[in-house]
């Protein structure tokens, strides 16, 4: 059974930092891409990022690209995403997934969709007061 755990999240100020952990149980993440996605009150998931299997390739929501890394580090078995100058919009629960298929390659498209993941974990929260 597939596990994927997150965390790292909390209260900070506008402007702040932040970086989100996301683990695996009962499967190595060094085949499989790995996505960020968020959900804040009242709104739908969206895309956030994701990183290829093999980590060449990264894909950001232009919302927050430029402020968000997405890096993994597949000797722990951990992908990460950095959060910096963060803003209000930016309060949400995270989620971490892994792709329901292994060495996979896609488009943006493809990983900007939550159809393409197969494990989500339980989330976390990200608050960022102004």
């Known amino acids: 059974q597939v596990q994927v755990v997150e965390s790292g999240g909390g209260l900070v100020q506008v402007g702040d930092s932040l970086r989100l952990s996301c683990a695996a149980s009962?499967?190595?993440?060094?085949?499989?891409?790995v996505g960020w996605f968020r959900q804040a009150p009242g709104k739908e998931r969206e895309f956030v990022a994701a990183?290829?299997?093999?980590?060449?390739?990264?894909y950001y929501a232009d919302s927050v690209k430029g402020r968000f890394t997405i890096s993994r580090d597949n000797a722990k078995n951990t992908v990460y995403l950095q959060m910096s100058s963060l803003r209000p919009e930016d309060t949400a629960v995270y989620y971490c997934?892994?792709?329901?298929?292994?060495?996979?390659?896609?488009?943006?498209?493809?990983?900007?969709?939550?159809?393409?993941?197969?494990?989500w974990g339980q989330g976390t929260q990200v608050t960022v007061s102004s």
């Open positions: 997934t892994t792709d329901a298929n292994s060495y996979n390659t896609g488009s943006y498209y493809y990983y900007t969709q939550p159809a393409t993941y197969a494990y």
């Open positions: 009962g499967r190595t993440f060094n085949s499989y891409a």
């Open positions: 990183i290829s299997w093999s980590g060449r390739s990264t």
